[in-house]
């Protein structure tokens, strides 16, 4: 038994987030930016609600390294788990699922917002009433989570954490209450929908200004989606065979786990890259 994992004590505190609280957020300025608006309602309707674009548009980049950082802990945490499962320490790997599954329920949640805020940039224009941005925020959230799965138990990093414990003991053999077919997949699957644009045909790890509709979690090349939108006179349908959902400017956003799955996706392709090329040259 490895001594060092068998005494291994965790415990994780998660602290509240000061990138997801109003007052640190974008809308505490929203509201000086909004006053000033009302106020010079009649000429600057278009500068303000630019700013207020600009404001909520960057948000989703302070969230991005505690996305990132989420990520990287779950991946650790995952391997200490399954040397903890090698050692036949039940209760500490539970400790450990039970901690995961927080994580990434605060990593949601962080998307979930984020993306809420950029939804509200891309709609706000200026009127005479001052805009009630706790009630907005709460829309857009519900908004959001409504087209999203909101079961962390089924996200995948919960099911790949499951998955490499799992196999441990039981490798080749699929888990309680899935299929077969849903534990090979398991391994591979991604918050990533599609692996290229449909309007532009570029892979999405190419895609300059990459954003994510929060009705149907489809990427696109911002400029192309942008112009393929305004061909059809603002009233399109995502351009994905079979996707159903509608599609407009004011759902695309850059969430923060956006840049994070395209990194990811950019690395595990090089490596199949690497690795076939080195086959090759072992090969010769």
């Not at 995952?78 to 994580?103: G, S, T, Y």
């Not at 059809?232 to 799955?261: E, F, H, T, Y």
């Amino acid at each position: 038994m490895n001594s060092c994992i068998s005494n291994f004590d965790f415990h994780v505190t998660l602290k509240p987030n000061p990138h997801i609280s109003l007052q640190n957020s974008p809308f505490a300025e929203l509201r000086h930016h909004q006053s000033i608006g009302t106020t010079m309602a009649s000429t600057s309707h278009g500068g303000t609600s630019g700013r207020i674009k600009n404001l909520t548009s960057t948000f989703g980049s302070d969230i991005q390294p505690l996305v990132a950082e989420i990520r990287t802990t779950v991946g650790v945490m995952k391997d200490i788990a399954v040397q903890l499962e090698k050692d036949n320490l039940p209760d500490k790997v539970k400790e450990m699922e039970d901690a995961v599954v927080e994580l990434v329920g605060l990593s949601e949640h962080s998307v979930h917002f984020s993306s809420a805020v950029q939804a509200f940039g891309n709609r706000y224009k200026p009127g005479e009433q001052l805009t009630d941005f706790h009630k907005v925020l709460e829309d857009e959230v519900l908004q959001f989570r409504a087209n999203r799965n909101s079961d962390v138990q089924r996200n995948p990093l919960v099911r790949q954490f499951k998955e490499a414990v799992w196999k441990v003991h039981h490798s080749g053999q699929p888990m309680p209450g899935e299929e077969e077919e849903d534990i090979v997949m398991t391994s591979t699957q991604t918050n990533i929908l599609n692996f290229s644009c449909p309007v532009s045909g570029k892979p999405i790890t190419e895609l300059e200004e990459p954003v994510r509709s929060m009705q149907c979690r489809h990427i696109y090349e911002k400029k192309a989606i942008v112009q393929y939108i305004k061909s059809m006179n603002n009233r399109s349908q995502c351009p994905i065979p079979g996707c159903p959902k509608a599609v407009d400017v004011n759902v695309l956003v850059q969430d923060p786990s956006l840049a994070v799955d395209i990194d990811e996706l950019r690395r595990t392709s090089n490596k199949e890259t690497n690795v076939e090329d080195f086959t090759m040259l072992d090969e010769d």
